[in-house]
């Protein structure tokens, strides 16, 4: 039963959308092997400034509903411009003076119909928005690929969780209020068009592209949370693209180096790929992004056709088996899974014969348009057809209200993007997500040095100086700090080892080589050796800030007394741990994946 409850958070999300977030949490239980998890119910309400709920279905509509404003603008376009409206075009703001001219030249020249940003910092992008858009004719749909927030893509913002971490979570609604901040965040910005969620069901942990980017690997999760995470964004004016169509999962090849090769076929597509698809179709989504994989049981007509270029993949499955009506974007055309086998120009001809309706980063937009032109002129395609998807696309536009476009405001863009409420979402993810493995003989939550000279060892691997953890747990309680970095010498080691043997118990956080999370932490043989015989002689505690599936990685890590996983390094996860391992906070995730025997899914005391 759902129940309501006065002046929470819940009150601020439409019924139906708690229904749709209730019924995809029960179907996901069902196929968990774990109990249900109470809902933790956040008191503190959300109240987005200059906000207006849209309804996800009204996006599917307007962009199959004739409208005055697109007929006006684009009985104003040239056949050719009317192409150009189907390209996204990339823009780095860190990149000076050389791209923003390119940029504009694109703009100007031939009116391309949306920007993706990538890097820069929140002034720098909408600056050049502002200078953008002033230089369009017809407003530009400025989109970026930014699945865990804008601060994936540019300095100087907030930064969400990954995926994975939110597979952790038992409470779908945090998910949702994510990405009403996400929206909020875009349209501070300017931006009307996310690349995300990744609704890819991660069932192959060596895939080198997807991991964790993708919520886990059981399907009905997957949807559960895309869904809460699309409903967020779309309900609050943004457009969401689920990705990447049919199912980039189950892969071994990242498809920006070369083309994945999957020989699986419909039967297993329908029980486990198409899932989060079918579902999100239904419930309104206005994007999905194709991948460029080659599936030679669903198409063989050309050797090596990506499904991006694969009219039996776009048109007959997509479009006319699962009823999508929204918009259809490529992934990135300058991938090498495209341009490894087909030229440019020959590839965007396909990849609209194939039904697309948007192409995103072309590697030359007049070579495309040329290449269009002439298959318009052999009648592979109709000037019709390409006059109907730009109507789509306009209508896209209007739909995130560039009939009304205003600039960016630049004044106090870094405070909007750095919310008291942004952080408190952060904080709830983090503390929601944070799984515990191991607890044997109940070592957490940790009693604190009886006495006062008497010190907790925290080493930290994978780092050369005092972490944000350790700082946290010095808050707590008196530590003695030590660091593994990679690339250390023998003699280090000896001394580190040396030092650590004056401690019995040993709390010992891992950390990759970046702020993502990595598939390969990029230790020696000889570091995660010496981690592993801290394991087997003391009674150690370890963190993981860092991909579950680097567990692996480790031969005794199934030893540990104590075992928690971060999934991330973010500052809100490496403070939830030094909450956890204090007992300040219970332990609320459940590992998405299985990473091996010791450790599957589901698994979290």
């Given at each position: 039963?759902?129940?309501?409850?006065?002046?929470?958070?819940?009150?601020?999300?439409?019924?139906?959308?708690?229904?749709?977030?209730?019924?995809?949490?029960?179907?996901?239980?069902?196929?968990?092997?774990?109990?249900?998890?109470?809902?933790?119910?956040?008191?503190?309400?959300?109240?987005?400034?200059?906000?207006?709920?849209?309804?996800?279905?009204?996006?599917?509509?307007?962009?199959?509903?004739?409208?005055?404003?697109?007929?006006?603008?684009?009985?104003?376009?040239?056949?050719?411009?009317?192409?150009?409206?189907?390209?996204?075009?990339?823009?780095?703001?860190?990149?000076?003076?050389?791209?923003?001219?390119?940029?504009?030249?694109?703009?100007?020249?031939?009116?391309?119909?949306?920007?993706?940003?990538?890097?820069?910092?929140?002034?720098?992008q909408a600056k050049l928005t502002n200078k953008f858009q002033a230089a369009s004719k017809v407003p530009l749909l400025i989109s970026m690929d930014a699945e865990s927030g804008v601060g994936m893509r540019m300095d100087s913002a907030m930064q969400y969780p990954l995926p994975m971490l939110l597979g952790a979570i038992n409470n779908d609604s945090l998910i949702y209020r994510m990405g009403t901040e996400i929206a909020y965040e875009f349209k501070r910005l300017g931006m009307h068009l996310n690349f995300a969620p990744v609704v890819d069901i991660n069932n192959n942990p060596n895939n080198p592209v997807i991991s964790y980017r993708s919520f886990g690997e059981n399907k009905k999760d997957v949807t559960s949370k895309s869904l809460a995470y699309m409903l967020g964004m779309q309900e609050h004016g943004i457009?969401?693209?689920?990705?990447?169509?049919?199912?980039?999962?189950?892969?071994?090849?990242?498809?920006?180096?070369?083309?994945?090769?999957?020989?699986?076929?419909?039967?297993?597509?329908?029980?486990?790929?198409?899932?989060?698809?079918?579902?999100?179709?239904?419930?309104?989504?206005?994007?999905?992004?194709?991948?460029?994989?080659?599936?030679?049981?669903?198409?063989?007509?050309?050797?090596?056709?990506?499904?991006?270029?694969?009219?039996?993949?776009?048109?007959?499955?997509?479009?006319?088996?699962?009823?999508?009506?929204?918009?259809?974007?490529?992934?990135?055309?300058?991938?090498?899974?495209?341009?490894?086998?087909?030229?440019?120009?020959?590839?965007?001809?396909?990849?609209?014969?194939?039904?697309?309706?948007?192409?995103?980063?072309?590697?030359?937009?007049?070579?495309?348009?040329?290449?269009?032109?002439?298959?318009?002129?052999?009648?592979?395609?109709?000037?019709?057809?390409?006059?109907?998807?730009?109507?789509?696309?306009?209508?896209?536009?209007?739909?995130?209200?560039?009939?009304?476009?205003?600039?960016?405001?630049?004044?106090?863009?870094?405070?909007?993007?750095?919310?008291?409420?942004?952080?408190?979402?952060?904080?709830?993810?983090?503390?929601?997500?944070?799984?515990?493995?191991?607890?044997?003989?109940?070592?957490?939550?940790?009693?604190?040095?009886?006495?006062?000279?008497?010190?907790?060892?925290?080493?930290?691997?994978?780092?050369?100086?005092?972490?944000?953890?350790?700082?946290?747990?010095?808050?707590?309680?008196?530590?003695?700090?030590?660091?593994?970095?990679?690339?250390?010498?023998?003699?280090?080691?000896?001394?580190?080892?040396?030092?650590?043997?004056?401690?019995?118990?040993?709390?010992?956080?891992?950390?990759?080589?970046?702020?993502?999370?990595?598939?390969?932490?990029?230790?020696?043989?000889?570091?995660?050796?010496?981690?592993?015989?801290?394991?087997?002689?003391?009674?150690?505690?370890?963190?993981?800030?860092?991909?579950?599936?680097?567990?692996?990685?480790?031969?005794?890590?199934?030893?540990?007394?104590?075992?928690?996983?971060?999934?991330?390094?973010?500052?809100?996860?490496?403070?939830?741990?030094?909450?956890?391992?204090?007992?300040?906070?219970?332990?609320?995730?459940?590992?998405?994946?299985?990473?091996?025997?010791?450790?599957?899914?589901?698994?979290?005391?």
């Amino acid at each position: 039963m759902l129940k309501v409850y006065t002046g929470c958070f819940l009150n601020k999300i439409p019924f139906r959308v708690l229904l749709l977030i209730s019924f995809w949490g029960i179907l996901a239980s069902c196929e968990r092997h774990r109990a249900p998890h109470k809902i933790v119910v956040f008191k503190a309400p959300v109240v987005l400034p200059e906000d207006t709920i849209k309804y996800p279905n009204a996006l599917i509509t307007t962009l199959n509903r004739r409208n005055d404003w697109v007929d006006s603008v684009f009985r104003t376009l040239t056949p050719a411009q009317r192409i150009a409206q189907l390209m996204i075009v990339e823009a780095f703001p860190n990149n000076g003076k050389k791209n923003e001219e390119d940029v504009l030249n694109l703009i100007k020249r031939y009116r391309v119909g949306g920007i993706i940003f990538f890097q820069g910092g929140p002034v720098r992008q909408a600056k050049l928005t502002n200078k953008f858009q002033a230089a369009s004719k017809v407003p530009l749909l400025i989109s970026m690929d930014a699945e865990s927030g804008v601060g994936m893509r540019m300095d100087s913002a907030m930064q969400y969780p990954l995926p994975m971490l939110l597979g952790a979570i038992n409470n779908d609604s945090l998910i949702y209020r994510m990405g009403t901040e996400i929206a909020y965040e875009f349209k501070r910005l300017g931006m009307h068009l996310n690349f995300a969620p990744v609704v890819d069901i991660n069932n192959n942990p060596n895939n080198p592209v997807i991991s964790y980017r993708s919520f886990g690997e059981n399907k009905k999760d997957v949807t559960s949370k895309s869904l809460a995470y699309m409903l967020g964004m779309q309900e609050h004016g943004i457009i969401a693209t689920a990705k990447h169509f049919p199912g980039h999962g189950d892969t071994d090849v990242d498809s920006h180096l070369d083309l994945p090769v999957i020989n699986y076929g419909r039967e297993r597509l329908d029980t486990l790929e198409l899932y989060p698809f079918r579902e999100l179709i239904r419930s309104g989504v206005g994007g999905i992004m194709v991948a460029h994989m080659h599936l030679p049981q669903l198409d063989s007509s050309v050797q090596n056709i990506p499904t991006t270029l694969s009219r039996p993949v776009v048109t007959h499955l997509l479009k006319r088996e699962l009823d999508f009506s929204g918009l259809i974007i490529t992934d990135a055309m300058v991938m090498k899974g495209v341009t490894k086998y087909f030229k440019s120009g020959e590839a965007e001809v396909m990849a609209l014969v194939a039904g697309n309706d948007i192409l995103e980063r072309l590697v030359s937009v007049p070579v495309a348009i040329k290449a269009i032109q002439e298959a318009i002129r052999e009648g592979k395609i109709s000037q019709a057809e390409i006059d109907r998807r730009c109507k789509k696309v306009l209508a896209a536009k209007y739909w995130v209200g560039l009939n009304r476009y205003k600039p960016v405001p630049l004044p106090n863009i870094y405070q909007d993007l750095h919310t008291s409420r942004a952080h408190e979402t952060n904080r709830r993810l983090a503390e929601g997500a944070i799984t515990m493995l191991h607890n044997k003989r109940n070592i957490l939550p940790l009693e604190k040095p009886k006495r006062k000279k008497q010190k907790i060892a925290v080493l930290a691997v994978g780092a050369a100086r005092p972490t944000f953890f350790q700082r946290k747990l010095a808050e707590r309680t008196p530590i003695e700090a030590f660091w593994l970095p990679r690339r250390s010498t023998k003699k280090n080691r000896d001394i580190l080892t040396k030092k650590l043997n004056k401690h019995s118990r040993v709390i010992i956080a891992i950390y990759g080589p970046s702020i993502r999370p990595s598939n390969h932490l990029g230790l020696s043989k000889e570091e995660r050796d010496l981690v592993d015989k801290l394991i087997r002689d003391k009674q150690v505690i370890v963190t993981l800030f860092d991909n579950a599936y680097t567990l692996n990685q480790f031969s005794d890590m199934a030893r540990t007394n104590g075992l928690i996983v971060g999934y991330q390094q973010l500052p809100a996860v490496q403070e939830a741990a030094a909450k956890l391992i204090f007992g300040e906070i219970k332990p609320n995730g459940k590992l998405p994946v299985t990473v091996n025997s010791h450790f599957r899914y589901g698994d979290g005391l």
